[in-house]
Nanobody, 124 residues
Framework: QVQLVEAGGGLVQAGGSLRLSCTAS????????MGWFRQAPGKERVIVAA????????YYTDSVKGRFTISRDNAKNTVYLQMNSLKTEDTAIYYC?????????????????WGQGTQVTVSS
């Protein structure tokens, strides 16, 4: 069973930056797409960004385009989410997840392995 461990969340002022990381166990990291999701209080979990196994294809939800960057280092079994120009509406628990497919998946149901989540709080 793949284990995903996130790190890098915290409290930041609006306009600031944070970098999330997610390290996976196992030897098949480079075979699967990875994604970052977020869930705000009282809301459903939604995708933020996704990346293909090689890292050559990425997807971003409209609200984070131009501000967030997803990347991966397959040698380190790690996926990153660089978040710049943070807004109060970015406040949520952020989860990384591994897709069950080899492409760039954008549906929650495409993902079968989830991290425990890391809190990101953006203050005004």
């Amino acid at each position: 069973q793949v284990q995903l461990v996130e790190a890098g969340g915290g409290l930041v002022q609006a306009g600031g930056s944070l970098r999330l990381s997610c390290t996976a166990s196992g030897r098949t990291f480079s075979s699967y797409g990875m994604g970052w999701f977020r869930q705000a209080p009282g809301k459903e979990r939604v995708i933020v960004a996704a990346i293909s196994p090689s890292g050559s294809v990425t997807y971003y939800t409209d609200s984070v385009k131009g501000r967030f960057t997803i990347s991966r280092d397959n040698a380190k079994n790690t996926v990153y989410l660089q978040m710049n120009s943070l807004k109060t509406e970015d406040t949520a628990i952020y989860y990384c997840a591994r897709s069950q497919y080899g492409g760039t998946a954008v549906l929650t149901t495409d993902y079968t392995n989830w991290g425990q989540g890391t809190q990101v709080t953006v203050s005004s």
